[in-house]
């Protein structure tokens, strides 16, 4: 699923890039543990607040 597309489609599906294949690197547990900061923040942080309510 490709979130720059309305539809969600992937035109590259056959040759989609590393990146895009891995995306949201969930995968990565230091990125997991960033993820969850940037949550945890939001209850303290208007600016993160308004990012993730986006």
């Known amino acids: ?3 720059f597309r309305k539809d ?3 035109e590259l599906e056959a040759c ?3 990146s ?3 995306y949201p690197f969930t995968d ?3 990125r997991i543990i960033s993820l969850i900061n ?8 208007y600016v ?3 990012m ?3």
């Open 48 to 50: 993160v607040f308004e």
């Open 8 to 10: 969600g489609s992937c």
């Open 38 to 45: 940037i949550i945890e923040s939001t209850s303290v942080c």
């Open 28 to 30: 990565n547990l230091e």
């Open 20 to 22: 895009c294949k891995r």
């Open 16 to 18: 989609k890039p590393e």
């Open 1 to 3: 699923m490709c979130l």
């Open 52 to 54: 993730i309510e986006i």
